[in-house]
């Protein structure tokens, strides 16, 4: 029994040890300065506690970048071009059912979101291709629908590019939102 304990705690002491002494040829990239994150709707989605069934029905995974004291729309994104929807790669939205938009039915799975600013209104776009760099490679024929939806100004910038949802009676608003303009996207279930 002595000869077992004495093996663990060699292999513990031994494992702590091993995982100190980081590998000196591993380099791993800095912090991006537009750190990735996600939403869920309903919001709560991911935060379930035992005895809460509620489920996701929508997951964007998308990058945000910073106003920085810059003009965004117009100037460092040019109004009539595509644009990912964030930055780094394309934005990604995860549909966990069939859901409306802009009166097309679309299937549940894994889309790229876009978007093409313009002053007062932007035409978002739902893609199938995904796991892309940017908008460099957008391809308009894996379009699966576009909406053109109006241009809210804000009073107050908002710093970083901001995605969220509120509930709707029959689905949800998508809400994009970065220095003055806000954008919103109706989704039916």
Known sequence: MKNIILVVFALFC?????????NPEVKFAAADPSPADIVYFP???SKVKAGDFTKPKIKVVYSRPQKKGREIFGVLEQYGNVWRFGANESTEIRFFE???IGGKKIKAGT????????????????????????AFTYD???????????????TKPVEYFSITFTPLATGATLIAAWDKTQVELPIAF
């Open 98 to 100: 069939k859901v409306n």
């Open 14 to 22: 031994f494992g702590a040890k091993a995982q100190e002494t980081p």
């Open 140 to 154: 308009a024929t894996k379009d699966v629908v576009r909406v053109n939806v109006p241009v809210k100004t804000l």
């Open 43 to 45: 919001l709560n989605a």
């Open 111 to 134: 889309y790229s979101l876009f978007a093409i600013p313009n002053k007062d209104t932007w035409t978002i776009i739902i893609n199938t291709q995904t796991d892309r760099w940017g």
